[in-house]
């Protein structure tokens, strides 16, 4: 296979979908605003920003499979739709032969802007004459923690107050990035299926378990949730439990994660 370009490269899924391809031996290359001069691996790096659309062609000449992971919640107009869009664009027509956009599971089924904002960008990925795959993914583990800290963290010392009613099938972050790759040994097939965690849980039980990998007493408290955010993994449209693939489980994810701090 020919050159594999990475968006997004430098960040928290690029970063691992990068690895995963160094370790196949593809020639790999990464898209970013900042260029990590420090990484001494065989990497080619593009200097360029999808939002200002500039370094989109001279990334894109010449790549075979462009594995999209560049995203931004808090600018998603910008950088996921207008970004996409730009990227799209600048794509080398004679050279590319598979487009992978990393999505989220349930985005078709909820109103929320940054999910609504992941469907349009779908549906222009799909739309263009390129040979794609879509895959789209539950809440990764890393995400849910970072939930779980922050809520440790605005709560007193004796107890943690967490939003009641919300489900979770999260998956490791490692996982989701070999996926990817695998993908992209393969032809393209459009939208693919969702791709899961191994376990569904209430959010009080991954809570109770971090609770006791960090090994405090801290009672835990429920309130309703109120966040337009936390109401959306009430509704279970996050969750896939007929497609159940990653193996790293919540607890050993914890222990790992946090045993090394």
Not at 7 to 14: A, I, S, V
Not at 141 to 148: A, G, K, Q, S, Y
Request: glycine share 6%.
């Amino acid at each position: 296979m020919g050159k594999v370009l990475v968006t997004g490269g430098n960040e928290h899924l690029g970063k691992y979908v990068v690895d995963a391809l160094l370790e196949k031996g593809f020639k790999t290359a990464v898209l970013t605003t900042r260029t990590n001069n420090s990484d001494e691996r065989e990497i080619e790096f593009f200097t360029g920003d999808l939002v200002e659309n500039h370094g989109l062609k001279e990334a894109a000449a010449n790549v075979e499979v462009i594995i999209h992971c560049a995203s931004n919640p808090k600018n998603f107009n910008q950088t996921d739709i207008a970004g996409t869009r730009n990227l799209l664009n600048a794509v080398d027509r004679n050279s590319i032969k598979h487009f992978i956009y990393i999505s989220i599971v349930g985005i078709d089924k909820s109103d929320y802007p940054y999910y609504q904002g992941k469907l349009e960008v779908e549906n222009a990925i799909a739309k263009s004459d390129i040979p794609f795959t879509i895959a789209r993914t539950t809440q990764f583990h890393d995400f849910v923690l970072n939930m779980i800290k922050t809520l440790d963290q605005s709560t007193d010392k004796d107890a943690i107050t967490i939003p009641s009613g919300l489900r979770f099938q999260s998956i490791a972050v490692q996982e989701v990035a070999k996926m990817l790759v695998g993908i992209a040994l393969k032809s393209p097939s459009g939208m693919r299926a969702d791709f899961g965690g191994p376990e569904i849980f209430r959010f009080e039980e991954m809570v109770k378990t971090y609770l006791e990998v960090i090994q405090s007493d801290k009672k835990i408290q429920l309130e309703e949730p109120l966040d337009t955010r936390h109401q959306l993994f009430t509704t279970g449209i996050n969750l896939c439990p007929d497609a159940s693939f990653g193996k790293e489980l919540w607890k050993g994810y914890l222990i790992a994660v946090l045993s090394a701090k």
